[in-house]
C-alpha cells in the first residue's frame, strides 16, 4: 500500500499464447533512491493460480526507481514439458526471453500496477490501474 511518502507496487502475468494467467513465475523487486544510486534488492515472490503477485515487499522511502525481474524460462520449461507428455512430437521452442526485467520511474503516494502479457517469443507490459 502506499503511503504520502512511499510508492506501491503490483503486477500479474499473462501467458497470451494460451490466453490464461502464467502460475509460478518468480519475481523478484529491487528499487533505488535516484538515478545514479545502487539497486537495493527488496526481495520476492511467485505469482499464484491467477498470475497475480500479491506479496510484493513494501518500498522505502525516497525510492525513485523499481526494477521488477520476472524469470520466466522456468515457467516456459515446464509448459514446454507438459506439453510434450500430451503430444511427444511437439518441437522444443522454449523461451526466447529467459527473463524479463521492467524498470520504471515512481512517485511517493502512487500505486503502480505492471502487467506483463507474455508468450515464448515476445512480451509486452504497460502500465495498469
Known amino acids: 500500500m502506499s503511503t504520502d511518502t512511499t510508492a506501491s ?8 499464447s494460451i490466453g490464461r494467467p502464467a502460475e509460478g513465475v518468480a519475481i523478484t523487486l529491487a528499487a533505488r533512491s535516484g538515478f545514479d544510486a545502487e539497486w537495493v534488492a527488496l526481495g520476492g515472490s511467485a505469482t499464484d493460480a491467477d498470475g497475480r503477485c500479491k506479496d510484493l515487499p513494501a518500498l522505502p522511502e525516497a525510492t525513485t526507481h523499481v526494477r521488477l525481474d520476472f524469470e520466466v524460462e522456468t515457467y516456459f520449461s515446464k509448459k514446454q514439458a507438459e506439453a510434450q507428455q500430451d503430444a511427444p512430437r ?3 521452442s522454449g523461451a526466447f526471453f529467459p527473463e524479463v526485467a521492467i524498470t520504471f520511474a515512481v512517485k511517493p503516494g502512487e500505486h503502480y500496477h505492471v502487467p506483463l502479457l507474455l508468450n515464448p517469443f515476445g512480451y509486452s507490459v504497460y502500465r495498469g490501474s
Open 9 to 16: 507496487v503490483s503486477t500479474h502475468i499473462l501467458d497470451t
Open 90 to 92: 511437439v518441437r522444443d
